[in-house]
């Protein structure tokens, strides 16, 4: 059995130890996945992410979960697309997870959920962002049970079509 699921769905009714937030550098809620984990958390997420003095591209924090299910949320902000800093983009887009994933290690978690990071707003390409994903998780989350949750149909159907292994 692998430890990496891919499946759609709602990442803040993910019932576990960990979700990743798809977070913004002030960590202070946005658009997206990380205002939807911000509306289901509760007024106290914001509150605590007020006293993390932001996060660069990169990096991740750690917070309480609040009213999710999820005992902590992992922010991580990743890069924002440029086709001309591609390599960059990547290298930034990898600590992104494996920073989350070093996180949730030091906190005991043993499960975890991530969106696809980047993809969305910062424009990412979707397969591109999925394979990073995957080999990250693979690479530096083998002591935890890790989802990625897809929230959009077209993310979805590049998962299905290229990563049959892991749909669920």
Request: net charge positive.
């Amino acid at each position: 059995m692998s430890n990496l699921i891919i499946t759609q769905g709602d990442i803040t009714t993910f019932s576990g130890d960990a979700i990743v937030n798809a977070a913004n550098p002030s960590l202070l809620g946005g658009g997206g996945v990380d205002g939807a984990i911000h509306r289901a958390a509760g007024p106290e997420l914001v509150k605590e992410c007020a006293t993390l003095g932001g996060c660069e591209t990169g990096n991740a924090k750690i917070t309480k979960g609040y009213n999710l299910k999820a005992k902590f949320v992992i922010h991580t902000v990743g890069p924002i697309y440029s086709s001309k800093h591609s390599d960059e983009c990547k290298l930034l887009l990898e600590s992104c997870y494996k920073k989350s994933l070093e996180l949730a290690e030091q906190n005991n978690c043993k499960s975890i959920a991530f969106p696809l990071i980047s993809a969305g707003v910062y424009g990412y390409p979707k397969k591109e962002a999925l394979e990073v994903a995957i080999d990250m998780i693979r690479n530096y989350g083998k002591n935890l049970e890790v989802q990625i949750i897809l929230f959009d149909k077209e993310i979805c159907k590049i998962a299905q079509k290229n990563f049959k292994d892991y749909w669920k």
